[in-house]
């Protein structure tokens, strides 16, 4: 049985990761990161489907890092902007090397854990504004993590190359429910359904209606 941490952080894509790894049988302990980020209700959401799932759950505690990088909209004062996800004006969400730290983290507890692997949601959708979401960095990371640990721990990134509809009709197919997942960037009590996640989360869950989530998931690794 494949031993994978997953890094959950509540929102749509790792929700899924959570469900598929226990759907394809692997043992799974989960982290989410607190690092000082105004929506903070997707922590909730990580707990709540952790418990669904029987999963152990842990929340790390990395706010003491959080004045060191928090010139980003989602942990300082900036505005989250409107619009589409992609556009040039969501790069005010970038927190600085953000899946690096949480990887880096990730990979010690699974080392301690004796586990085999780490599991992190990024998608083909993050590429174009979060250059810690594309595949030449978790590959490379990965690489670095199997020369730095005697366990050789791999990085799982199963949705680096598909898309976030083809990531929801994953979870249409295994049963997640996306009312107990979090997107939005304002930390506010609903969604917005405005800013520039809110908008790709209603586009996708949208668009996941036409897609055969069986097929999809054949074609995921992990
Ligand atoms: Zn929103």
Redesign the pocket.
């Known amino acids: 049985m494949t031993k994978t941490i997953a890094i959950v952080s509540g929102g749509m894509d790792s929700v899924t990761l959570l469900h598929l790894l226990k759907h394809k049988g692997h043992e799974v302990e989960a982290l989410s990161f607190d690092y000082g980020q105004k929506h903070r209700k997707e922590l909730d959401f990580a707990w709540l489907n952790c418990g669904k799932l029987g999963v152990k759950h842990q929340i790390v505690d990395l706010t003491a890092i959080t004045p060191l990088i928090s010139n980003s909209a989602l942990t300082g004062s900036e505005e ?1 902007p409107d619009g589409h996800y992609t556009d040039e004006s969501m790069k005010v969400t970038v927190v600085p090397n953000r899946n690096m730290i949480m990887l880096a983290v990730a990979i010690g507890y699974a080392e301690n854990l004796g586990f085999d692997q780490v599991a992190i949601g990024n998608h083909a959708g993050d590429h174009a504004i979060y250059p810690d979401c594309r595949t030449e960095f978790v590959e490379a990371l990965s690489e670095a993590s199997q020369l730095g640990t005697y366990n050789k721990i791999k990085l799982a990134t199963p949705f680096t190359d598909i898309s976030k509809s083809d990531i929801a009709a994953v979870g249409n197919e295994i049963g997640v429910d996306y009312r107990t997942t979090w ?4 930390g ?1 009590d609903k ?8 908008v790709e989360r209603l586009e996708a869950l949208d668009e996941a209606k036409q897609i055969d989530g069986k097929s999809v998931i054949a074609r995921l690794t992990v």
């Open positions: 989250v997107s939005c960037y304002k506010g969604h917005c359904n405005t800013c520039g996640t809110c």
